[in-house]
């Protein structure tokens, strides 16, 4: 069949496909492969005639659901055995079509698939695998490639908006130097003005000397010539106020557009783009790496508005100043706008000035009383307004969050209230010259003394949230305006003691998450979306671990949450999150997932990067892979039972699948994983059939066995499964045992110890220290055996 056709009768034929979760249809390895038409043109050259793409695409869904990595590959008939099954959906599939050439096609299809598979059905397994594992190569590819194109688009993005709001900043520029000529034009015509009336009022002084002169010929003639150049004057004097006015109008009419556009370049540098950096500033709390425009553009844009701003004001208080100078009354109907101008200009340039006082690096939003904590604060038009020539204070107090929304409703006047008390809270603003920042890092913050509300019904200490008020104030323009600022830092939550970090970076973690820019602090939705909780999760992963979550470890963790439940028709909320405890269990889901995200970050980071865990997997899903497994097949599951423990399934003697005891950090400090994994000789294969030494090898701890130090014979710690459950005993009716039993034991025998022979290295010297050797001897000697 062509790929026209495959096109052509496409969603008829996804018609016809098994019901599937949303989640599973929108995320299989088939639907990536769908959704790109280059990977779907690669692979259509890569199937061969005897596995046509046809195939795939009618079972996609049944073909990704099989494990073919379990297929044994020296037995043909297990490989027919699951073939026969594809071979009998494919015929459903050809017998359900209602176009006839779909039908005969698949028809044809399934015969010559069915005669390729009697004679090699291993052959057509492997096929399977390779044209699998050429879609995920393809796949990957694309998928690089599009990571690529996004950074690249976002960096274009970046460029585009930079180059649209510096052309702006460039035309207001220009209307800046416009409207200054315009000034200037004002001021020389009203000198001009006053020239002519000093003018008119010499001629009047004269023509008042003249009156009190007796009447001559000579007096007529004068007072006539006066009166007709008074006349003159008056009549120019006129005209020019009127061209006055008219140019104070039109002046005001331009700074009144001039402001604007100041206003629409405002907006958009404060409301989008420093809120998007403050936005993403706070989901980096949760892992995302920032691809905002940095702070460093946002403030040269700032700077430059500011500049412009401040000129603006300037020449709108010039211009008011030669209206004082020179008073013409406004005709009936026409307003004198620059008193409302310059009010204007003022509150755009408070709201600049207000607006980009902020938080560079903030505080530790998990906040533990008597640490010593740190912040990073920046002031983006410092150095524009010569802020920096005088600098000023800043303080930092914690507040509550009813305090915040006191402070935000009402301003920061009339809220002195404090909710704790915080050592070395004040400093002095720096400037510094190569860069043009005027900030303040305060290094040695400490949290001596905090105040709790009362208690909301369940809610615990670690859900009450603060957060830390950091103000100062300073003028410019020699005291013209005295500006307060002030903002608040993320919301940050108070603990005691190291066991409420876990329930308090929940409360942060969600917060982070789903707060909306404008809040009222510290609101954030009781309940939210399963996709958007499980992309959280992932930048929570990839921040701590490196690697994201697959799909498959996803769709694990929505069954935590919601069993059997479509996930995407399901909301998840607080307390499902971190209140309400998993069945069986005595932790909720973040408990759960937030240990294992620490035990991979402390102990396992190389593993999980290396595919080496399989992690997010049930045990049932567990045992049913490695039932079909040889032998000494083993894999690594994150245990449901047990808090940031990870288990070792694997396959015993009667293809019975065993699970040790969970290992945790505790036993990763006295024992790493690798090391573990080469004591015990059950495990053979990592799941699906790699062998161990090949995966872990890189990690083994060297020893040199043999030697002794100082006279000592060095002890090892190694761990292995109680009689019973190797390969060559009998393991029926047995359970699995925790290494520790073995570290009971080896105590045990020291408490029993009667006497043991001397080292032969031992000598009169080290009498002293016979009971650490002879613990030493006892240990290696159990170890060995």
Not at 597 to 604: E, M
Not at 632 to 638: E, I, K, N, P, V
Request: proline share 4%; with cysteine.
């Amino acid at each position: 069949m062509t790929s026209e056709l495959i096109d052509g009768f496409f969603e008829n034929s996804m018609q016809v496909l098994p019901k599937v979760s949303v989640l599973h249809r929108f995320m299989s390895q088939w639907a990536k492969v769908e959704r790109s038409s280059n990977i779907f043109r690669q692979m259509q050259q890569y199937y061969p005639p005897h596995f046509p793409l046809e195939v795939r695409y009618f079972l996609c869904e049944w073909i990704e659901e099989q494990q073919w990595d379990e297929i044994d590959e020296i037995n043909p008939e297990h490989a027919k055995q699951v073939l026969d099954i594809m071979l009998d959906l494919l015929r459903q599939k050809a017998e359900s079509q209602e176009h006839f050439i779909v039908r005969i096609k698949l028809e044809e299809i399934y015969q010559n698939l069915q005669n390729y598979i009697e004679t090699n059905a291993l052959g057509m397994v492997q096929v399977i695998k390779n044209c699998l594992a050429a879609e995920i190569k393809f796949i990957e590819q694309a998928e690089q490639a599009m990571q690529q194109q996004q950074i690249q688009k976002a960096l274009s993005e970046h460029h585009r908006i930079n180059d649209l709001i510096m052309n702006e900043i460039q035309n207001l520029t220009r209307r800046l130097q416009s409207s200054e000529n315009d000034v200037k034009n004002l001021q020389h015509k009203q000198e001009m003005c006053i020239i002519e009336y000093n003018k008119m009022q010499k001629c009047a002084g004269l023509l008042q000397q003249l009156s009190n002169m007796p009447n001559s010929q000579e007096k007529i003639n004068k007072e006539a010539q006066l009166k007709q150049q008074k006349e003159q004057i008056d009549d120019k004097l006129t005209k020019m106020a009127q061209e006055i006015l008219r140019h104070r109008i039109e002046l005001s009419k331009k700074f009144e557009q001039t402001m604007f556009k100041l206003q629409e370049i405002q907006k958009e540098i404060l409301d989008n783009q420093l809120v998007a950096w403050k936005r993403q500033q706070q989901l980096s709390g949760n892992g995302l790496v920032l691809d905002s425009v940095s702070i460093e553009t946002i403030q040269n844009w700032v700077e430059n508005l500011a500049e412009l701003i401040w000129q603006n004001r300037q020449q709108i208080k010039k211009c008011s100043q030669l209206q004082q100078h020179l008073h013409i009354m406004f005709p009936e109907g026409t307003e004198d706008m620059l008193p409302k101008l310059n009010d204007a200009i003022t509150r755009i340039l408070s709201s600049l000035v207000t607006s980009t006082f902020i938080i560079e690096v903030q505080p530790p939003q998990v906040l533990k009383k008597d640490a010593r904590f740190g912040a990073v604060l920046r002031f983006l038009v410092g150095k524009t307004l010569n802020i920096h020539m005088n600098l000023p204070q800043v303080k930092a107090t914690i507040i509550s969050e009813n305090q915040a929304k006191e402070s935000m409703s009402n301003g920061v006047k009339t809220n002195n209230n404090t909710s704790g008390d915080i050592l070395n809270n004040t400093g002095t603003m720096e400037y510094q010259p190569t860069t043009g920042q005027l900030g303040i890092s305060f290094r040695n913050m400490q949290l001596k003394k905090i105040k709790r509300a009362d208690k909301k019904g369940t809610e615990a200490v670690t859900e009450e949230k603060f957060c830390i008020l950091f103000q100062s104030e300073f003028s410019v323009g020699s005291n013209e305006l005295v500006f307060q600022v002030w903002t608040l830092s993320l919301p940050v939550v108070v603990t005691v003691h190291g066991n409420q970090e876990c329930n308090a970076t929940a409360t942060v973690f969600w917060d982070n998450a789903f707060a909306e820019a404008g809040r009222d602090p510290f609101f954030v939705p009781d309940q939210v979306e399963w996709s958007r909780l499980s992309e959280q999760l992932n930048l929570k992963c990839i921040a701590c671990t490196g690697t994201s979550l697959s799909q498959t470890n996803l769709a694990y963790l929505a069954t935590k949450l919601f069993g059997n439940k479509d996930p995407n028709t399901s909301l998840v909320s607080w307390a499902q999150f971190n209140k309400d405890l998993l069945p069986n269990t005595t932790f909720t889901f973040w408990e759960w997932f937030f240990a294992i995200i620490k035990l991979i970050k402390d102990n396992l980071k190389d593993f999980w990067n290396d595919d080496a865990i399989v992690g997010f997997v049930s045990k049932n899903q567990a045992q049913d892979w490695l039932s079909k497994k040889p032998v000494g097949t083993f894999l690594l599951r994150f245990s449901d039972s047990q808090l940031g423990g990870i288990t070792i399934a694997y396959t015993g003697l009667k293809q019975e699948v065993l699970n040790l005891a969970p290992f945790t950090s505790k036993d990763f400090h006295i024992r790493g994983l690798a090391d573990r994994l080469k004591d015990l000789d059950n495990l053979v294969y990592l799941y699906p059939n790699k062998p161990k030494d090949d995966v872990f090898s890189k990690n083994y701890t060297l020893t040199d066995e043999g030697t002794t130090k100082n006279g000592y014979i060095p002890s090892l710690i190694k761990i292995t499964l109680p009689n019973g459950f190797h390969h060559t005993a009998e393991s029926e009716n047995k359970q699995p045992c925790s290494p520790d039993v073995i570290y009971e034991s080896t105590e045990n025998s020291l408490q029993n110890m009667e006497e043991l022979p001397l080292s032969p290295n031992m000598n009169q010297e080290l009498d002293t220290d016979f009971p650490n050797m002879m613990a030493d001897l006892l240990l290696s000697s159990i170890m060995s055996s």
